[in-house]
């Protein structure tokens, strides 16, 4: 027995059962892994980076009406956001449970910001990668064809 103590545990598995404390440290293990993924940055691989992986393969004259369409897309993404946002918060929905969204509109301005960024060194006369680009898929001809 413990000094000063009654013999009685303070074991989150005696007071709550076999199933309680394995509720118990379930909810320990999922705290642990959401600080980890909130402490430390690990590479999300979207779709749009795995393109941007490749995008040489095309030539720049596809590329750039690509690039121009895709803030408009983003644009419409944002506004359906927002607006969902506001619609819960007028609710009365705590904007701490909407942080996830905020998070995603601020995805969206900077994958917005990068494109427009993009297209700048692409179509830049001066310094733009267009030329060396279009020069490249000049000399290699079409795409590169896959072997059947």
Not at 23 to 42: C, I, K, M, N
Not at 68 to 76: F, I, Y
Not at 85 to 97: K, M, Y
Not at 115 to 136: H, L, Q, S, Y
Request: hydrophobic content about 45%.
């Amino acid at each position: 027995m413990p000094p000063g103590g009654s013999g009685l545990t303070t074991s989150p598995a005696v007071h709550l059962g076999a199933r309680g404390a394995a509720a118990h440290a379930g909810r320990a293990e999922f705290r642990d892994w959401l600080r980890e993924l909130v402490a430390e940055p690990q590479q999300d691989y979207p779709h749009f980076a795995a393109a941007l992986s490749l995008i040489a393969a095309l030539p720049p004259s596809e590329v750039v009406p690509l690039l121009r369409h895709r803030p408009g897309q983003l644009d419409e993404a944002r506004a359906e956001i927002r607006g969902l946002i506001d619609t819960a918060l007028a609710r009365g929905v705590p904007g701490l449970l909407l942080v996830e969204e905020e998070y995603r509109l601020s995805q969206l301005t900077a994958e917005t910001a990068f494109v427009e960024e993009f297209i700048g060194k692409i179509t830049d006369p001066r310094t733009g990668w267009g030329a060396m680009w279009a020069e490249f898929h000049a000399r290699s001809g079409a795409a590169p064809k896959v072997a059947a």
